[in-house]
């Protein structure tokens, strides 16, 4: 079976920008060859409590499950866009408390195994 070219970028909560510090809360992968874009996310509220103890919850699991949708067929600003052009928009760096690290590259057979991989080793950790 052929492998194939496929990005991703660790999505992560920093809950007080002016320090930091930060905790990996998801990964969002990209295949073009294979049509695929998805993120998975899982917040640890304890860890992100321990960074910032009046981090609001709810608004950070609200802007983690934006990834999840915008990856999906569902309504929204990303409607209508190609794969490609929503893995730029949603890696795109910006100040806030939920954002994409940077984009790294990898070959796979199956992206789904691959985020699946992925997101053991660097979010469930």
Not at 86 to 105: C, D, E, K, M, Y
Request: hydrophobic share 40%.
């Amino acid at each position: 079976m052929s492998r194939d070219v496929y990005e991703y970028a660790v999505i992560r909560v920093v809950p007080r920008v002016e320090r930091g510090e930060q905790i990996n809360a998801g990964v969002l992968l990209y295949c073009q060859p294979r049509d695929y874009l998805c993120a998975r996310v899982e917040l640890d509220p304890v860890r992100l409590r321990a960074l910032d103890p009046h981090a609001d919850l709810d608004g950070v699991r609200r802007a983690l499950g934006a990834y999840e949708l915008a990856c999906g067929d569902a309504c929204g600003p990303l409607a209508g866009e190609p794969l490609g052009g929503r893995f730029r928009w949603l890696t795109a760096p910006r100040s806030t408390i939920v954002q994409a690290g940077p984009v790294h590259a990898g070959l796979t057979t199956d992206p789904g195994t691959e985020l699946a991989r992925l997101f053991d080793k660097l979010v469930r950790i």
